[in-house]
């Protein structure tokens, strides 16, 4: 990666109740994306829980991604919450 801009930062897993996957995936563009940012926190949040990987590809002709990987996240219940 010669150079890059974040347009929209970093949002850790909210998951609700039970086991939820998260998939990141990498592209290396041909040419710069321009794509809206959702603005604030609620909007990310339900901009990013509909959003379409596979659209953004198709319609940024991206190709076929370079990497990928996914992890498991579950929401701690309260009772279980760690205290420090």
Do not use: W
């Amino acid at each position: 990666m010669r150079a890059g801009e974040e347009v929209v930062p970093y949002m850790g897993p909210k998951p609700p109740l039970g086991i939820h996957r998260y998939v990141l995936v990498l592209f290396q563009q041909k040419a710069r994306v321009l794509a809206p940012a959702p603005g604030g926190d609620t909007a990310a949040s339900a901009m990013r829980a509909r959003f379409s990987t596979r659209a953004f590809a198709e319609r940024h002709d991206l190709g076929l991604p370079v990497a990928a990987m996914y992890f498991n996240a579950q929401k701690e219940p309260a009772n279980r919450r760690r205290r420090y």
